[in-house]
């Protein structure tokens, strides 16, 4: 079945204390992204990756990183949470970035939350 | 600045009613407009894809409309089911430069209700 798979579903930690979210997807995707989504304020994408190890900021990276070393795997990486990270984060996939109409697929969600 | 204002912010409907949702953007240069459905804590799914020369697109009972002109979007939700509390989400993609891709930009979303 083709997914967009995250790990963990649901997280808590505390300020500071590292942590990684996996995301896989089974489509053999060349775009991944990553987004996050607030009450009120929408989605608003963190990084995305238009292929292996080419990645780039989108509208909120402040905080976070990723890397794109295999086409299947898109993590993304808090060095140090904090309290505003506290969100539902989630993971996308589509064919490509050039090409318009390729539809993206979404993963199922993590929701963090930093204390 | 790219942006996209969807209203109403929620609605409630009765069962077996129809609906429209509205969505403004002022994303340039345009690309194609997408609507998403979301269930509460779930991912968004793709309703449609448009583009600039597509002005409406059906799935199942959704129906979307464009116009490109006054930039503008609906989605039509006819005899709507318990299964449509959800939010829906209005995406304009920009057109970018290869290296750098499509820019999507979110509206707000609408929040939807179905009542029995």
């Known amino acids: 079945e083709a997914q967009v798979t995250q790990n963990p579903r649901y997280l808590i930690t505390v300020t500071g204390k590292k942590l990684t979210v996996t995301c896989s997807q089974n489509?053999?995707?060349?775009?991944m992204s990553w987004y996050r989504q607030d009450p009120g304020l929408g989605l608003r994408q963190i990084y995305y990756?238009?292929?292996?190890?080419?990645?780039d900021k989108g509208d909120v990276p402040e905080g976070y990183k990723v890397s794109r070393k295999e086409k299947r795997n898109f993590p993304l990486i808090l060095e140090s949470p904090s309290p505003n990270q506290t969100s539902l984060y989630f993971c996308?996939?589509?064919?490509?970035?050039?090409?318009?109409?390729?539809?993206?697929?979404f993963g199922p969600g993590t929701r963090l939350t930093v204390t | 600045k790219n942006q996209v204002e969807q209203s109403p912010q929620s609605l409630i409907i009765l069962e077996g009613k129809n609906c429209t949702l509205q969505?403004?953007?002022?994303?340039?240069?345009?690309?194609?407009l997408r609507w998403y459905k979301q269930d509460t804590g779930r991912g968004p799914v793709s309703l449609t894809i448009?583009?600039?020369?597509?002005n409406t697109k059906s799935n199942g009972r959704y129906t979307a409309t464009l116009d490109a002109d006054t930039k503008q979007s609906s989605l039509h939700i006819t005899a709507s089911q318990l299964s449509d509390s959800a939010s829906y989400i209005c995406?304009?993609?920009?057109?970018?430069?290869?290296?750098?891709?499509?820019?999507?930009?979110f509206g707000g979303g609408t929040r939807v209700l179905v009542k029995p």
């Open positions: 996308a996939s589509s064919l490509t970035g050039t090409l318009s109409s390729y539809e993206q697929y």
């Open positions: 489509m053999n995707h060349e775009y």
């Open positions: 990756s238009m292929n292996v190890e080419v990645t």
């Open positions: 969505c403004n953007y002022t994303v340039s240069p345009f690309s194609n």
């Open positions: 448009m583009t600039f020369s597509e």
């Open positions: 995406v304009v993609s920009a057109k970018g430069i290869k290296a750098a891709g499509n820019k999507l930009t």
